[in-house]
C-alpha cells in the first residue's frame, strides 16, 4: 500500500466522520457543508503538487543512479562557451584601457604640437621684433649723422682751388671717405637725383622751373642730399625740377 492510498483512507474516515456530525447535529448551516467541500477541492490540488514533487525527485535519483555523462566533445563545447563571455569580457577590459591610454597620448601630443607652434610664432615674432628696434635704432643715428655728412661736404666744397694740396684739406678727404664707407657697409645709400625723373617718393621738390633744354619732370638741381637705409627712405632729397 502506498502513500495515496492510505491518503486516500483516511479522508474518507474524514468524510464520513462529517456526515455523522452533521446528521446529529441540525445547527450545521449550508455554508459550512459548502466549505467542508473547497476543503475537498484544496486537498485534491494538494496531492497532485506531492505526487509532481516525488516524481521529480525519483527522475533526480534515477539520474544519479545511472551516473550519465556528457560526450567529451559535447563539455569542451560547452565549457568552450562558457569561457568565451568571459573572454570578450577582458579582451573590451584591456581595449577600454588601450583606448584611454591612446586618447591620453593623443592629447598630449596635441598639447605638444601646439606648444611647439606657439613656441616658433613667438621665435619668429621676437626676432621680427629686434629687427625692428635695431632698424629703428640704427635709422636714429643714421639720421644724427648725415648733417655731419653735410658739414664736410660744404667744408670740403668751400676750399680755394689753391689749396687743394692743403694738408688739411686732405685730412678732411680721408675722414669724410672713412664716414662714406662706414656708412655704405651699414647700409645707408645716397639717392641719385640730379638728371633722374622725378619719383615723389624719393624726391622732396621744392622748387619749380621751366627750362626747354630738360625733359618733363626731370630734376636740374639738389640743394640737399637724400639717404636710404635698407630700401627705406632715411631722408628724401630737397631738389629743383624742371617743366
Known amino acids: 500500500m502506498d502513500h495515496k492510498d492510505i491518503k486516500d483512507i483516511i479522508e474518507e474516515e474524514l468524510k464520513q466522520e462529517v456526515a455523522r456530525e452533521i446528521a446529529t447535529d441540525d445547527s450545521l448551516e449550508e455554508a459550512d457543508i459548502e466549505d467542508l467541500g473547497k476543503l475537498d477541492g484544496v ?11 516525488n516524481l521529480v525527485s525519483k527522475a533526480i535519483k534515477d539520474a544519479k543512479e545511472q ?6 566533445d559535447d563539455v569542451a563545447e560547452v565549457e568552450e562557451d562558457a569561457a568565451e563571455p568571459a573572454a570578450k569580457k577582458g579582451l573590451f577590459t584591456k581595449k577600454a584601457k588601450k583606448d584611454k591610454r591612446e586618447e591620453k597620448i593623443e592629447e ?8 611647439m607652434a606657439e613656441f616658433e610664432n613667438f621665435r619668429k615674432r621676437s626676432e621680427k621684433e629686434k629687427s625692428q628696434m635695431y632698424d629703428m635704432g640704427a635709422k636714429s643715428v643714421i639720421e644724427k649723422l648725415l648733417p655731419v655728412v653735410d658739414n664736410f661736404e660744404r667744408g670740403l666744397a668751400l676750399i ?3 689749396q ?4 688739411v684739406k686732405e ?12 656708412l655704405s657697409d651699414t647700409g645707408v645709400q645716397a639717392i ?7 619719383n615723389p617718393d624719393l624726391h622732396n621738390a621744392v622748387m619749380h622751373v621751366e627750362d626747354e633744354n630738360e625733359g618733363e619732370h626731370v630734376v636740374v638741381e639738389e640743394f640737399q642730399k637724400g639717404y636710404t637705409y635698407r630700401d627705406a627712405v632715411v631722408r628724401y632729397s ?4 624742371a617743366n
Request: glycine share 4%.
Open 43 to 53: 486537498d485534491q490540488v494538494e496531492d497532485e503538487t506531492e505526487e509532481d514533487e
Open 67 to 72: 551516473d550519465t555523462e556528457l560526450p567529451e
Open 108 to 115: 598630449l601630443n596635441d598639447q605638444l604640437i601646439r606648444r
Open 160 to 162: 680755394p682751388e689753391d
Open 164 to 167: 687743394q694740396d692743403n694738408p
Open 171 to 182: 685730412g678732411m678727404d680721408l675722414i669724410y671717405k672713412q664716414l662714406m664707407t662706414m
Open 192 to 198: 641719385e637725383a640730379v638728371g633722374q625723373t622725378f
Open 238 to 241: 630737397m631738389v629743383k625740377v
